[in-house]
C-alpha cells in the first residue's frame, strides 16, 4: 500500500504536464500501474502512448482530445454547439445549464433581445424578469424600478421595502428609508425608539423626545417635553417644575416629588419636603424646627440634648437623662462619658479621663495599657514602657524572651516549641494539632497533616488532613476535584505506570 502511494506520486510528477486537464488522481485506492508504461486516471490503468498522444483521463477513463468532449467523468462525442452540464453534454442552441441541470429557457433563446440567465436551477429572461434572493423568479412590474420585498415585488421609484418584516410602503421623498411599517426622510426625520418617527428640530437634533428631536448641548427632554437649558424650568423625573419656586425631591421609596419652597431658604429636601437648614432639622423624613440649635434628631423625633440623651434604637431610643452631664447610653440606662464608661453593659467610674476602652468590667487607657481577657476574667497591664508584651492568657510575657504556651508562660530556650500548653524540643518530634508526636525529624523531612505527621518527601498532606503516598516524587500538589487518587486525572494521565514506579 505504502509503495504504491509513492509511485502515484511519482507519476503525477512526472506526467503533469500532459494531464492538466484530467480528473486527479484518488489517491485513496487503485490498480498496481508500471509507470513507464501505463496512464493511471483515477484508480484505473491505461497502456501509455507517448508524451505526444491526444489521450487524457476523463474520471477513471482516457479520451481523446481531438474526437471527443468530457463532462464531469462522462465521455461524448464532440458535438458542435454543445456545452457540458455537470456530466451531460447538451445542445447549448436549446438548453441552459443552472446548477448542473439542463434546463429549457422560458424565453425563446433565439431572440436577438432575450437575455437568459439562471435562478437556482430555473432560467430567466433578464429583459422582463428579476431573480430575487437569487431563488424567485418574478415579473419585472415596475421595468427597471423593479425591487424585490420579501415574496412580492415593489416600485423602487415610488416605494420602500421594510425589511424587518417585507411590508411595502409609499416612499415620502427621493431617501426615504423605514421606521418599524412607515417610511420617512432621514435628513428631516429621525427613526425614534418604538419606531416612532419625530421631525428634527435642527440639524444637531438627533435625540429622541416624544414626537421631536432635541440637541442634548441645549436642551433637556423632560417626559416628553423639550425644555431649553439654563431656564427656570427643570425636569423632575419626568414632571417639568419651575427651580426658582420649587424643589424636586426624592423620597425613601425613591420616587421624586416637585414641591413648592416656602421661603428663599427653603433650599434642601428633607425626603418629599422642602426644609430651610437653617431653622429646621430633618429627622428621618420629618421637619422639625430646630430651636436656635437647641434641639437634635433622634431617630423620627427631636430632643432637647439639655433633657435627654439618644440611646441606640435597640436600647430604647430616646432617653431621659438621668444625671446633669449625661451624654451617653449604657444599655438602658444614660450616664456622663466623661466620667464615666461603659463596660460589658454597666457604668463603671473612670479612674482618669484618657481611659478609652474598656477591658471586661474594667476601663482603661488602650494606647498606654494591654487588657487580657479569659472568658470571662480580665486584667489591665501597664505597659507605657514596653511595647514587646502580649498576653499570655491573664498574664503578660516579653516577646521574643518568654514564651507562651496555650496561656502558660514559659522562659523560651532556642529549639523549643509549644504543643497544647507544654513545651517540647524541636528535634524530638512534632506537634500537630496539639499532640505531640516523637519523630526522628533530624532524619527525613516530616510535616503536620491535621494531627497527624506524615513524610514530606513520600508523601503529599491533601485537602489538609488526607495523608497519600507519592506514586511519583514528582507529585507536588494534590489533585483538587478528588480525594481519592485512583481518579485523580493528574496522577493517571502523567504517570499512567506508577504501579510499576512505586519503589522510589
Ligand atoms: C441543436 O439545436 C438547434 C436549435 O434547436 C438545432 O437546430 C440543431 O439541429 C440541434 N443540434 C443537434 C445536433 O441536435
Ligand atoms: C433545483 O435544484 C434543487 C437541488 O439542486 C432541487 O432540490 C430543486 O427541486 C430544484 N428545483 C427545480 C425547480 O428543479
Ligand atoms: C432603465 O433605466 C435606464 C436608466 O438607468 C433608462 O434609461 C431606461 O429607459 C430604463 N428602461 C426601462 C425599460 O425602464
Ligand atoms: C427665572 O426666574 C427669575 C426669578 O423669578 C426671573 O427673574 C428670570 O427672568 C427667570 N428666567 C427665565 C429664563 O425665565
Ligand atoms: C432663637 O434666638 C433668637 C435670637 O437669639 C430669639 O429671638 C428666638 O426667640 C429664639 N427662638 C427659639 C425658638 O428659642
Ligand atoms: C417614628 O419611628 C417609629 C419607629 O420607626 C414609628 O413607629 C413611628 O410611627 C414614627 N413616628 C412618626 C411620627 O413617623
Ligand atoms: C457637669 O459638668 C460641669 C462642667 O464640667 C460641672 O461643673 C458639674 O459639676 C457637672 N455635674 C455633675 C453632676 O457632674
Ligand atoms: C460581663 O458581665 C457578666 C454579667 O455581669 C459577667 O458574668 C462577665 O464575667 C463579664 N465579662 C467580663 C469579660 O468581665
Ligand atoms: C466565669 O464563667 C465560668 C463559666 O464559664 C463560671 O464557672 C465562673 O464562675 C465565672 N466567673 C466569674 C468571676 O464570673
Ligand atoms: C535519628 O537519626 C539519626 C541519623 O540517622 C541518628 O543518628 C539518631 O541516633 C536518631 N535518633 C533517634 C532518637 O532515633
Redo the contacts with the bound molecule.
Keep these: 500500500m505504502h509503495f504504491k502511494l509513492i509511485q502515484f506520486i511519482v507519476i503525477l510528477i512526472a506526467k503533469s504536464t500532459h494531464q492538466q486537464d484530467s480528473t486527479l488522481f484518488d489517491m485513496r485506492a487503485g490498480d498496481p500501474f508500471n509507470p513507464d508504461t501505463e496512464l493511471c486516471c483515477g484508480s484505473k490503468s491505461h497502456p501509455y502512448t507517448g508524451p505526444h498522444s491526444y489521450e487524457r483521463c476523463c474520471g477513471e477513463n482516457l479520451f481523446d482530445i481531438t474526437r471527443e468532449m468530457c463532462c464531469g467523468s462522462a465521455i461524448f462525442k464532440f458535438q458542435s454547439g454543445f456545452a457540458c452540464c455537470g456530466n451531460k453534454y447538451f445542445n447549448a442552441s436549446q438548453s441552459i445549464c443552472c446548477?448542473n441541470?439542463i434546463t429549457l429557457p422560458l424565453h425563446d433563446i433565439s431572440s436577438p433581445k432575450s437575455r437568459i440567465s439562471c435562478c437556482?436551477?430555473?432560467t430567466y429572461n433578464t429583459q422582463t424578469h428579476l431573480c430575487c434572493y437569487g431563488t424567485e423568479v418574478v415579473e419585472m412590474k415596475y421595468g427597471n424600478k423593479t425591487g424585490c420585498c420579501g415574496p412580492r415585488v415593489y416600485d423602487m421609484s415610488r416605494q420602500v421595502c421594510c425589511v424587518s418584516d417585507y411590508t411595502v410602503v409609499d416612499a415620502t421623498g427621493k431617501s426615504s428609508v423605514c421606521c418599524g411599517k412607515l417610511a420617512f426622510e432621514p435628513a428631516t426625520h429621525v427613526c425614534c425608539p418604538g419606531k416612532k418617527i419625530a421631525k428634527k428640530i435642527s440639524d444637531y437634533a438627533f435625540d429622541c423626545c416624544g414626537t421631536e428631536t432635541y440637541d442634548r448641548e441645549t436642551h433637556v427632554c423632560c417626559g416628553g417635553v423639550v425644555i431649553l437649558r439654563g431656564s427656570n424650568i427643570s425636569c423632575c423625573d419626568g414632571i417639568q417644575f419651575d427651580s426658582t419656586a420649587q424643589l424636586c425631591c426624592r423620597g425613601s421609596d425613591a420616587s421624586h416629588k416637585v414641591v413648592a419652597k416656602k421661603t428663599q431658604n427653603h433650599v434642601v429636601c428633607c425626603e418629599k419636603e422642602a426644609f430651610d437648614p437653617q431653622h429646621q432639622l430633618c429627622c428621618n423624613g420629618l421637619v422639625f424646627d430646630s430651636e436656635n440649635g437647641t434641639v437634635k434628631c433622634c431617630d423620627n423625633r427631636t430632643f432637647r440634648k439639655s433633657e435627654a440623651v439618644c440611646c441606640d434604637y435597640l436600647k430604647g431610643g430616646l432617653k431621659r437623662k438621668q444625671g446633669e452631664n449625661h451624654t451617653a447610653c449604657c444599655d438602658s440606662v444614660t450616664y456622663d462619658s466623661t466620667t464615666h464608661s461603659c463596660c460589658n453593659n454597666s457604668v463603671v467610674i473612670k479612674k482618669t479621663p484618657d481611659q478609652n476602652s474598656c477591658c471586661g468590667n474594667i476601663p482603661f487607657n488602650s494606647q498606654i495599657s494591654t487588657c487580657c481577657i479569659v472568658s470571662n476574667s480580665s486584667r489591665v497591664y501597664d505597659v507605657s514602657n514596653n511595647a514587646l508584651i502580649g498576653c499570655c492568657g491573664l498574664d503578660i510575657y516579653r516577646l521574643g524572651q518568654d514564651g507562651c504556651c496555650y496561656g502558660k508562660k514559659y522562659s523560651l530556650r532556642a529549639g523549643q516549641g509549644c504543643c497544647g500548653s507544654s513545651v517540647y524540643q524541636l528535634r524530638d518530634g512534632l506537634c500537630c494539632g496539639d499532640q505531640f508526636l516523637p519523630q526522628n525529624v533530624t532524619e527525613g523531612t516530616y510535616g503536620c497533616c491535621a494531627n497527624k505527621v506524615y513524610n514530606k518527601e513520600k508523601e503529599l498532606c491533601c485537602l489538609g488532613s488526607q495523608i497519600k503516598a507519592k506514586l511519583h516524587p514528582e507529585q507536588r500538589e494534590c489533585c483538587f476535584h478528588s480525594l481519592s487518587a485512583d481518579h485523580c486525572p493528574y496522577w493517571d494521565n502523567f504517570f499512567p505506570t506508577h504501579k510499576e514506579e512505586r519503589n522510589f
Design positions: 446548477a441541470k437556482a436551477n430555473s
